[in-house]
T-cell receptor
Framework: PTSMDCAEGRAANLPCNHS???????VYWYRQIHSQGPQYIIH???NNETNEMASLIITEDRKSSTLILPHATLRDTAVYYC????????????FGSGTRLLVRP | GAVVSQHPSWVICKSGTSVKIECRSL??????MFWYRQFPKQSLMLMAT?????????EQGVEKDKFLINHASLTLSTLTVTSAHPEDSSFYIC??????????FGPGTRLTVT
């Protein structure tokens, strides 16, 4: 969605649809806090991934994925970008409009 | 994560002058860097891909003679906005590839042309 909100301490689940993704294209998630450069969160190909920031759940058909912030804090308020990395050697990242997440106290 | 810096963080210049923005990868070498532009309330727009030791590749619609890119070393890429005009005022962000899967962004440079 364009925007969503969640309560502080709760899990934030951000969906992304990428129905035309190709077999060797990765799904990346970045976020941008106001007036800063984007911050890398996580990426995956087909298996679910987890790191210290978030979990990435990719459906078996790879047509959609969900970014999960397990315990959202106020500092997680940002615009979140789901990106399918371009399938060439340049590794370009093309940004869409993102999802604005507001974490409520 | 890896660190990418930009200098300056903000700059104000007069219309018609040129401005150079530096992007450095501080703790890794980057053969490929990218330059983005972001207008208020909009997403990042990729301007060009900067390759160390070769000419930059510009996205469609980006004037290569206006936005000069030089990637002279594995840790430094520069973007020069030539003959800047008020419509060039924007937030310029660079990023650098570390290996095949990781790309890190700088903090951005806010350019205001008066």
């Amino acid at each position: 969605p364009t925007s969503m909100d969640c309560a502080e301490g709760r899990a934030a689940n951000l969906p992304c649809n990428h129905s035309t993704i190709s077999g060797n294209e990765y799904v990346y998630w970045y976020r941008q806090i106001h007036s800063q450069g984007p911050q890398y969160i996580i990426h995956g190909l087909k298996n679910n991934e987890t790191n210290e920031m978030a979990s990435l759940i990719i459906t078996e058909d790879r047509k959609s994925s969900t970014l999960i912030l397990p315990h959202a804090t106020l500092r997680d308020t940002a615009v979140y970008y789901c990106i399918v990395r371009v399938r060439d050697s340049s590794y370009k990242l093309i940004f869409g409009s993102g999802t604005r997440l507001l974490v409520r106290p | 994560g890896a660190v990418v810096s930009q200098h300056p963080s903000w700059v104000i210049c007069k219309s018609g002058t040129s401005v150079k923005i530096e992007c450095r990868s501080l703790d890794f070498q980057a053969t490929t860097m990218f330059w983005y532009r972001q207008f208020p309330k909009q997403s990042l727009m990729l301007m060009a891909t900067s390759n160390e030791g070769s000419k930059a590749t510009y996205e469609q619609g980006v004037e290569k003679d206006k936005f000069l890119i030089n990637h002279a070393s594995l840790t430094l890429s520069t973007l020069t906005v030539t003959s800047a005009h008020p419509e060039d005022s924007s937030f310029y962000i660079c990023s650098a590839n570390r290996g095949a899967y990781e790309q890190y962004f700088g903090p951005g440079t806010r350019l205001t042309v008066t």
